[in-house]
């Protein structure tokens, strides 16, 4: 049982490269979530998927789509790199079977655009 | 809107005291949740502790405990017998339906917590 795996765990991109960020959890999990992690400003939801084939802005989307591919795996694509975009990015998931409703989270990916 | 605000950017604590970490929130909803989590300077985030909003007894869970004021609209995170692997960065998160399903979250900015010896 892994709970919620990310990959890559760091990656460095030039300004106007593009990159996908997977994440799969193996909790059967209905919601997933992408959260980045800036210095100072905790975590942010850019989007999140409340059930498998759906999926909704959060609170800084500009700039990132999502793909809930199945009810495993959610990825947060970065079509065009921006320097804004250098930040930690967590992914969680969370289920309605969880006592608290809590939200596990990945590992991170440590991003950084040039 | 979900609003959550730790005052205290830095908290400095000797080993074996307590220590209380703020946490105030806002929000219009009457059912939420409160939770606390810790990252270590390793970076993954590890949850601490939960408190519903309809819960009648502050939540405890071992030497971490969550002073609830509902009427204040604050939940603190009290840890007991400090130790020098409680140093790290702790958050104050809310959680609220989503319209669409799931929870919404909402941090708030952290609290870095030393240890000292």
């Known amino acids: 049982n892994a709970g919620v795996t990310q990959t890559p765990k760091f990656q460095v991109l030039k300004t106007g490269q593009s990159m996908t960020l997977q994440c799969a959890q193996d909790m059967n999990h209905n919601s997933m979530y992408w959260y980045r992690q800036d210095p100072g400003m905790g975590l942010r939801l850019i989007y999140y998927?409340?059930?498998?084939?759906?999926?909704d802005k959060g609170e800084v989307p500009n700039g990132y789509n999502v793909s809930r591919l199945n009810k495993r795996e959610f990825s947060l694509r970065l079509e065009s790199a921006a320097p804004s975009q250098t930040s930690v990015y967590f992914c969680a998931s969370s289920g309605l079977a969880e006592k608290y409703y809590e939200q596990y989270f990945g590992p991170g990916t440590r991003l950084t655009v040039t | 809107a979900q609003k959550i605000t730790q005052t205290q950017p830095g908290m400095f604590v000797q080993e074996k005291e307590a220590v209380t970490l703020d946490c105030t929130y806002d929000t219009s909803d009457p059912s939420y949740g409160l939770f606390w989590y810790k990252q270590p300077s390793s970076g993954e985030m590890i949850f601490l502790i939960y408190q519903g909003s309809y819960d009648q007894q502050n939540a405890t869970e071992g030497r971490y405990s969550l002073n609830f004021q509902k009427a204040r609209k604050s939940a603190n995170l009290v840890i007991s017998a400090s130790q020098l692997g409680d140093s790290a960065m702790y958050f104050c998160a809310m959680r609220v339906p989503w319209a669409g399903g799931g929870n919404k979250l909402t941090f708030g900015t952290g609290t870095q917590l030393k240890v000292e010896l």
């Open positions: 998927s409340a059930s498998e084939g759906t999926t």
